[in-house]
């Protein structure tokens, strides 16, 4: 290839680079990425923005942690409502100060009002406070040693499937209800067969009566033949 047609290559493609230069998509280093849309860029990029990192970290400078209250008297530049971290507040307690008037700016000249400490977290949240306000909820009840004393009862050696036992219970409430079904029809059928005796046994007492009333009044036929027998007999 001639020198003549690289360098016509070169002036092409520095004419082309120049045209896209002035392209509206092309972003350019003279406007410090002003012709980019911040919001839409910080979103895409997954970034906030000055304002948004300063609301996240404005409790963070007005606060302080600092050892005792010495070290909290120590401090410098402290402004209205700035909040200071106290770890031992001279009863080995932390507590939690708001600055309330400052003069020169500095812990030792400042007001400070105690918001919390450790002592009032600690008697806020007693064991009774805490059984009280959690059996307060609905569909909570109070476990207490009566309960307990049921459970001790229940001694498991091994794992056991509760819908295993369950289904066996229900197979045995079945075969114990059909059982009784049983015991029930012939229960019926004894005492009809009781019934049944009982009318037989009526009968044959009735008929051993008749018989009785029969071998009566054949002894009483008897008798009479006899006796006409014999008044017969002396007659001829």
Do not use: H, P
Not at 83 to 99: E, M, P, Q, S
Request: cysteine-free; aromatic content about 6%.
């Amino acid at each position: 290839m001639s020198e003549f047609i690289k360098i016509k290559q070169i002036e092409g493609l520095s004419a082309d680079l120049a045209t896209r230069a002035l392209d509206a998509q092309v972003v350019k280093i003279a406007n410090n990425l002003s012709d980019v849309n911040a919001g839409t860029a910080r979103t895409n990029l997954s970034l906030y923005s000055k304002t948004e990192v300063d609301a996240l970290v404005i409790g963070a400078r007005n606060a302080f942690n600092v050892a005792d209250t010495t070290a909290r008297n120590a401090l410098t530049g402290l402004k209205v409502t700035d909040r200071v971290f106290v770890n031992d507040d001279g009863d080995t307690k932390w507590a939690l100060y708001i600055v309330t008037a400052v003069t020169t700016g500095t812990g030792s000249t400042s007001t400070f009002k105690k918001i919390a400490d450790e002592d009032l977290f600690t008697n806020a949240l007693t064991a009774a406070a805490v059984k009280a306000s959690y059996e307060s909820n609905a569909d909570t009840f109070a476990f207490n040693g009566t309960y307990k004393g049921k459970l001790d009862k229940i001694t498991v050696a091994a794992n056991v499937n509760l819908d295993t036992i369950k289904s066996t219970a229900d197979s045995a409430l079945a075969n114990a209800a059909t059982a009784q079904s049983t015991a029930n029809s012939a229960s019926t059928a004894a005492s009809s067969a009781q019934s049944t005796a009982n009318s037989a046994s009526t009968a044959a007492a009735a008929a051993q009566t008749t018989a009785n009333n029969a071998a009566t009044a054949a002894a009483t036929a008897q008798s009479t033949a006899n006796s006409k027998e014999d008044a017969f007999t002396e007659t001829i």
